[in-house]
């Protein structure tokens, strides 16, 4: 599409544009492509002064610019389309559909699929091959369900909801309407709960459920355990990434985004607009705030403040780590002084 025609139909906090100036260039573009590696007839993006000098080199036909009248001209200069946006990244996201738009087959249920009957299925339901549906599921108008995927009996599923190839559902998870389950992710499955005896571990049983409300996106072989008593519910429009263990009896609030293999124990309480880095790691029914972060790595053995960022293991205040980590590069040296000045002091 023309340069001209993808600017009408974004509109995510579009400052200014190339347009404005006469005898502007008007590209025709055909994707959108990495700064480094874009070509005449793509779109990229530059998100701030960090990656600010790719933009004498790029090939790309048009660039959006964070709100910045150099480099407004810098692009003008090289004859670049370009537009200048509050949100960069957003702007960019919002291109993207316009390219792109992920496979969704039509409606249909493939004979190779295994359907109790007393299943309810809505309007608009896509079941792919060898999957397996148990008694007492429900699901909602516009389902996509895709190959080999197993959903055991009692499972709730909302509208619009997409559940990726072998992914797996365990008994009574109730998924709200336009979630995204990725593939190899179990939801629902029993919690890791035994009891110590003299004769060995004794299994309790997991008789709880695990609720995703609207919204909620769950990488690939993820994992979010339902608890012996109660539920582990995961809060509205939280994203979760790849290879994420959630414990049984976990809450987590709104908003919420979790990168890959973060793990959080049984009974962890998480509030709304939580980030947890890579590979944070949260003790057993410790509490995170709201606003809450946690920088890659970090171990979280207590409870963190609302809006409090922290890192390192055990967790401390990120100001602190800061501070210490500036240290820590010295240490080799501030011993070195400190045999020296024990030589220098002993009797």
């Not at 309007?123 to 792919?128: A, D, F, L, Q, R």
């Not at 008593?229 to 985004?257: F, P, Y």
């Not at 963190?304 to 205040?317: H, L, Q």
Request: glycine letters at 12%.
């Amino acid at each position: 599409m023309k340069f001209s025609d993808l600017l009408r139909q974004l509109d995510a906090g579009i400052v200014a544009h190339s347009l404005d100036v006469p005898d502007a260039p008007d590209p025709i573009l055909h994707g959108v492509a990495p700064i480094d590696r874009a070509t005449p007839d793509t779109l990229s993006y530059i998100e701030g002064p960090k990656f600010a000098g790719y933009l004498d080199d790029t090939g790309a036909g048009a660039v959006i610019l964070p709100v910045d009248e150099a480099l407004q001209a810098r692009a003008g200069d090289r004859g670049l389309a370009w537009i200048s946006a509050k949100l960069p990244r957003l702007l960019f996201a919002e291109a993207i559909a316009l390219f792109y738009q992920p496979y969704h087959p039509k409606p249909e249920i493939h004979p190779s699929a295994t359907i109790a009957p007393d299943v309810q299925l809505g309007s608009g339901v896509y079941i792919g091959p060898h999957v397996v549906i148990r008694s007492g599921v429900t699901v909602g108008d516009g389902v996509c369900i895709h190959p080999n995927v197993v959903i055991y009996p009692q499972v709730t599923i909302g509208d619009r909801t997409v559940l990726h190839a072998n992914c797996t559902i365990h008994e009574r998870t109730q998924i709200g309407a336009g979630c995204t389950i990725h593939s190899g992710a179990a939801i629902g499955a029993e919690g890791f709960g035994f009891v110590p005896t003299p004769g060995g571990w004794f299994k309790m049983e997991q008789s709880g459920i695990t609720v995703l409300e609207d919204g909620v996106s769950v990488g690939c072989n993820s994992t979010i355990d339902r608890p012996a008593v109660g539920e582990t519910r995961i809060g509205r429009d939280t994203k979760i990434d790849n290879l994420v263990q959630i414990g049984h009896g976990c809450r987590v609030g709104r908003g919420c985004a979790f990168a890959s293999q973060v793990g959080l124990a049984g009974g962890v309480t998480v509030g709304d607009g939580v980030i947890l880095a890579g590979q944070v790691g949260v003790a057993n029914r410790a509490k995170i705030g709201d606003g809450a972060i946690a920088t890659a790595q970090s171990g979280i053995h207590g409870d963190v403040k609302p809006g409090e960022v922290v890192s390192d293991s055990p967790a401390i205040s990120n100001k602190l780590y800061l501070k210490t980590s500036a240290i820590r590069k010295r240490l080799p040296e501030m011993y070195q002084t400190l045999k020296e000045l024990r030589r220098h002091f002993r009797p």
